[in-house]
T-cell receptor
């Protein structure tokens, strides 16, 4: 199994450009989520999904859109990139529905490093 | 405002020393997890604690969940250079997993 696959690994955007960060998992996990990681801030939850067709906002959702049309894929869209969105983005998935824990750990991808100039 | 406050943010110690990392909140969590992250990779789960007062050991690492399920600690005994990395606590609240800021640990030989 590949686990959680994120593409691309690196991306440079100009302010105002749009792009989609891809995330796919092959573990049949119901729960998927997006985090951004910035120095001194830890991981902050952007959006999450407890199953296909269901998404919800996390701690820092502004400027990002998500959709969950299949169990496997959970893309993150930046409609108009801003320098404040320069960060490392992690996608994570978990088997447990209704909550990611109780011995159902989050499985993380290796991240997408995004720079917005 | 960070829901989970982790301290210290940076720790540089010599091989063989002991250390403790703290994770504190005013909120009650259903459970709490500790992750370790290496450069260029995503975090990897170390342990999950669920019951207030629970203590779990993983070789030289001891994890404790506070009685009120609002705080946790990670204690490493006789640290080794291989323990170097970013340690993150994460609490489950409302079906979401919220992370602390992380503790960057450097263990020098």
């Amino acid at each position: 199994n590949a686990g959680v696959t994120q593409t691309p690994k690196f991306q440079v955007l100009k302010t105002g450009q749009s792009m989609t960060l891809q995330c796919a998992q092959d573990m049949n996990h119901e729960y998927m989520s997006w985090y951004r990681q910035d120095p001194g801030m830890g991981l902050r939850l952007i959006h999450y999904s407890v199953g296909a067709g269901i998404t919800d906002q996390g701690e820092v959702p502004n400027g990002y859109n998500v959709s969950r049309s299949t169990t496997e894929d959970f893309p993150l869209r930046l409609l108009s990139a801003a320098p404040s969105q320069t960060s490392v983005y992690f996608c994570a998935s978990s088997y447990q529905t209704g909550g990611p824990l109780n011995n159902s750990p989050l499985h993380f991808g290796n991240g997408t490093r995004l720079t917005v100039t | 405002t960070q829901l989970l406050e982790q301290s210290p943010q940076f720790l540089s110690i010599q091989e063989g020393e002991n250390l403790t990392v703290y994770c504190n909140s005013s909120s009650v969590f259903s459970s709490l997890q500790w992750y370790r992250q290496e450069p260029g990779e995503g975090p990897v789960l170390l342990v999950t604690v669920v019951t207030g007062g629970e203590v779990k050991k993983l070789k030289r690492l001891t994890f404790q969940f506070g009685d009120a399920r609002k705080d946790s600690s990670l204690h490493i005994t006789a640290a080794q250079p291989g323990d170097t990395g970013l340690y993150l606590c994460a609490g489950e609240i409302g079906g979401k997993l919220i992370f602390g800021q992380g503790t960057e640990l450097s263990v020098k030989p």
